[in-house]
């Protein structure tokens, strides 16, 4: 995914908030999306949000869409232990028929 | 309902082997994505299918990977002969196909290949 770029490492405490940053180049994404990969385990979509939207709230998870900069960023409120992850930006190109990842971020939570 | 189920999970072989990797995607998606993740890089696309048709194979090194989904449902993605570099997590993917949908797409676990 070298059109999409990310910060490859965050250690928050727990309780704090997180907030993971990506930027991408491909103007024309319908969709923006986070995922979260666990250890040994696939990709789960966290969340997406539509290129006419700058922000989406759901539950301990906001997120924040620049389209003028091409900044997309994931803040989770309350972040638990339970949070450590890799956390993956990814926008939709071809139409939307495949997706761009970036390289992940991993998010390190401590007690 | 059951998710993207991906066989085997872990692979070790040897060099210039043959390596075979088996894919069932959610029941009723349409299209299939067959994805390279390298350590500590994301996933990279290697081939989409929209029912049996292979769209979008620009990514597939052809000269040793092949992949067939024959009756538009399970996939196998091939490498022969398989080289040390081609260690990686190999990730199917599938989604429902049409325009209006969100562009979501569903993972399996990866197959994890070692080549020594």
């Known amino acids: 995914g070298e059109d999409v770029e990310q910060s490859l490492f965050l250690s928050v405490r727990e309780g704090d908030s997180s907030v993971i940053n990506c930027t991408y180049t491909d103007s024309s994404s319908t969709y923006l999306y986070w995922y979260k990969q666990e250890p040994g385990a696939g990709l789960q979509l966290l969340t997406y949000i539509f290129s006419n939207m700058d922000m989406k709230q759901d539950q301990r998870l906001t997120v924040l869409l620049n389209k003028k900069d091409k900044h997309l960023s994931l803040r989770i409120a309350d972040t638990q232990t339970g949070d450590s992850a890799i956390y993956f930006c990814?926008?939709?190109?071809?139409?939307?028929?495949?997706?761009?990842f970036g390289k992940g971020t991993s998010l390190l939570v401590t007690p | 309902e059951a998710g993207v189920v991906q066989s085997p999970r872990y692979k070790i072989i040897e060099k210039k082997q043959p390596v075979a990797f088996w894919c069932n995607p959610i029941?009723?998606?349409?299209?299939l994505y067959w994805y390279l993740q390298n350590l500590g890089q994301g996933p990279e696309l290697l081939i989409r299918y929209e029912n049996e048709e292979a769209v979008d194979d620009s990514q597939l090194p052809k000269d040793r990977f092949s992949a067939e989904r024959l009756k538009g449902v399970d996939s196998t993605l091939k490498i022969q002969p398989a080289e040390l570099g081609d260690s990686a997590v190999y990730l199917c993917?599938?989604?429902?196909?049409?325009?209006?949908?969100?562009?979501?797409?569903?993972f399996g676990e990866g197959s994890r290949l070692t080549v020594l």
């Open positions: 993917a599938s989604s429902p196909s049409g325009l209006s949908n969100t562009g979501e797409l569903f």
């Open positions: 029941s009723g998606h349409n299209t």
């Open positions: 990814a926008e939709s190109r071809n139409s939307g028929y495949a997706l761009n």
